[in-house]
């Protein structure tokens, strides 16, 4: 199974610019990581509620206060994701 996280930049609830990246063992901060330096933005801080999330809706949200700099987005969304081989597929 390919494991990945699909990472979003979201600006006035649209998709400005998004990535996927490999998350081997559900590791999402490392993944997380790898989204940023793709996206050319820095790692958000992260928080207790964040491991939450991700354990209970394998879905994450940062807003621009979790960042040190200035961002060009409303929220940041990391979602992960589990296919058979590597894609999403769509539902008959």
Known sequence: M?????VREIKRNKIIRDVVVP?????WRE??????RALDIGVPMTVGKHDRD?????????LPEHFLEAVPF???E??????????KHARP
């Open 54 to 62: 991700f354990m209970a809706f394998s879905l994450l949200r940062f």
């Open 78 to 87: 990391a979602e992960y994701f589990e296919s058979e081989d590597g894609r």
């Open 31 to 36: 993944a997380l990581a790898s989204a940023c």
């Open 23 to 27: 998350c081997p063992g559900k590791d």
């Open 2 to 6: 390919a494991e990945s996280l699909w």
């Open 74 to 76: 409303d929220r940041l």
